[in-house]
């Protein structure tokens, strides 16, 4: 698999984007992806706005994950 080079916003209005490098499940536009956070100890959620396959002339960090949404919960139905 190849790298994918990812443009992120933290916020979709946001009109400053952040590349990052993704070695993993590839990511499309539209997904969110979990980066490094400011402190050392979590991640934070971005948004992806656009992937490319050529190596900016920048060093890029790396995407931690993509994020999977929410399944739908299963409607049961009531019981009685």
């Known amino acids: 698999m190849s790298r994918q080079y990812v443009a992120c916003k933290f ?4 009109k400053r984007s952040y ?8 990511v ?3 997904d969110e992806v979990k980066i490094a956070g400011r402190s050392d100890d979590g991640w934070q959620r971005v948004h992806v706005v656009a992937v490319g ?12 994950g993509k994020i999977e949404p929410d399944a739908p919960a299963l409607d049961l139905g009531e019981t009685d």
């Open 11 to 14: 916020r979709p209005d946001d």
């Open 19 to 26: 590349t990052y490098h993704n070695d993993g499940e590839p």
């Open 28 to 30: 499309a536009v539209g």
């Open 53 to 64: 396959d050529e190596m900016p002339a920048f060093d890029t960090k790396p995407i931690l």
